[in-house]
RNA sequence: GUGGGUAUAGUUCAGCCUGGUUAGAAUGCCAGAUUGUGGCUCUGGAGGUCGUGGGUUCGAGUCCCACUACCCACCCCA
């Protein structure tokens, strides 16, 4: 075999891109309209900002990030997802400084995790995330809440649900997880390994594991929902009150946790259930230390990521109608030498008219160039041989009725605009 | 990191169990079915070192081993 595509990374064929590229216009319309705007930050970043954004003790930053050194020295990552890096460029370019909130969004930003690829899972895929800095209020929660379920239900994805939930903040979580420990350290022997090794660390996580035996042991487990201090449980309050306001349905889940480290208050998945594939779609929550984790003055943050190759999944499991791209207008099949050039010519002078017009590069017959035309989708085609050229007229085709006229080629273009 | 599956034309697959002449199908691609015309149909053509390496055998796409890649599940996540 030639060289392929490294493992868990894939390629998008001419013939898909249109899925795309419609995905991207919805979530791009959507932005605009809900005052968002876009910002692109680099693929790679140091991986100092990782160890202290995401989080050391993760998942991700312990196995799964891209991390090399550059002929520099430096250690190098590359992105393993999208906050840290719109965090990093809000804090360098000073943003913090113009009227909050800021809100921004990234759109097919690439996201690396040496995972195990699977159904839904890749090694690189491609992310669009929003982020709100300086907005304290739940009602950014929500607004980001209800911009995701928008564009899900703009695509037309099916059997999506959202759960929400509240993980605290520095004030009461480690009330819970004093609270949460006492309860499982008279269970511990039950747990499996990897719970052990979060009990002193991160209790919260066993919360989230998927062991059977640990899912037992959570079973009583007190919830952060009945520890939380009373800004956050006023917090979480109003967030459900949002999203009651704009009718967005949700599921209060007191198990979700979520794998990084610098959220706070507020986290949510947007789950969906579609034949055979069950899994997030998008994922966010609140992060309001982590401008100040970076650095920067205390303010807070919310928003979320969604994988667009599961977007996409979801939308075609649930069998959403992607609108195909326009086809040609008119295709100029043209032979012979004088009839070509005179051809060429005349589907620039079209394209510059604003229509999609095509033409021969390849030699073939007419009878080729019409089954070509007619694989193109083309609505049209415009004959110009040896008798058209001499009378300076093309011959127009309509495709789906088969009927021909004969029309001088100063008439084409305006023939073709009705 | 753990477990299961698969690897044969551009693509989707058959053939393998029960080894034996030139490895098939569908689809796609190219060409033709009288004079300059698509779709439908028919005919023909191109396209494969059967993932790689080793082994068994008179003989391996087929049996055995190793490697690699991909897929799926767990874990985790988007």
Request: aromatic share 8%; hydrophobic share 35%.
């Amino acid at each position: 075999m030639a060289i392929q595509a490294p493992k868990g990374t894939k390629d998008v064929i001419p013939k898909e891109s249109y899925k795309w590229q419609y995905l991207e216009g919805l979530a791009r319309e959507l932005c605009q309209l809900y005052g968002f705007r876009e910002v692109r930050t680099p693929v790679i970043e140091h991986t100092e900002l990782f160890l202290r954004g995401v989080g050391d003790t993760t998942d991700i930053v312990q196995k799964e990030m891209y991390t090399f050194d550059d002929r520099g020295g430096r250690s190098i990552t590359l992105k393993p997802e999208g906050t840290a890096g719109a965090a990093r460029m809000f804090l360098e370019n000073g943003l913090f400084n113009d009227a909050q909130p800021t809100k921004m969004y990234y759109l097919n930003c690439p996201v690396f995790r040496y995972d195990k690829p699977q159904a839904g899972r890749l090694r690189e895929h491609h992310q669009f995330g929003v982020e709100v800095y300086g907005a304290p209020l739940a009602s950014a929660d929500a607004e980001c809440i209800r911009l995701a379920m928008a564009l899900l239900g703009k695509v037309g994805v099916r059997h999506i649900s959202v759960h929400i939930n509240s993980i605290g903040c520095p004030n009461c979580r480690p009330a819970y997880n004093d609270a949460l420990r006492s309860y499982l350290r008279g269970r511990y022997g039950e747990l499996c390994d990897v719970c052990k090794s979060r009990f002193e660390k991160n209790p919260l996580r066993i919360l989230d594991c998927k062991e059977e035996r640990c899912r037992a042991v959570c079973q009583g487990a007190p919830t952060i929902l009945d520890c939380l201090c009373g800004e956050c449980a006023e917090h979480f309050s109003q967030l459900q009150g949002c999203l009651a306001g704009v009718g967005v349905q949700f599921k209060v889940d007191p198990y979700i946790v979520r794998g990084l480290d610098y959220y706070t208050k507020t986290v949510f998945e947007i789950i969906a259930e579609c034949q055979g594939y069950t899994g997030t779609v998008c994922g966010g929550g609140r992060y309001d230390g982590l401008i100040a984790e970076l650095g920067g003055p205390q303010l807070p943050g919310v928003g979320f990521g969604m994988g667009m190759e599961r977007l996409l999944l979801v939308a075609e499991l649930s069998g959403a109608a992607i609108p195909l791209p326009p086809s040609v207008d008119v295709y100029i099949a043209a032979l012979g030498e004088a009839a070509r050039s005179q051809g060429f010519a005349l589907v620039d002078g079209l394209r510059a008219q604003g229509i999609r017009a095509e033409f021969d590069h390849v030699g073939r017959s007419f009878k080729a160039q019409f089954k070509y035309a007619d694989k193109l989708g083309a609505r049209k085609v415009a004959i110009l041989g040896d008798d058209e050229l001499s009378k300076g007229c093309v011959k127009l085709k309509d495709m789906a009725s088969g009927e021909e006229r004969l029309l001088p080629l100063e008439e084409l273009a305006g023939a073709l605009k009705n």
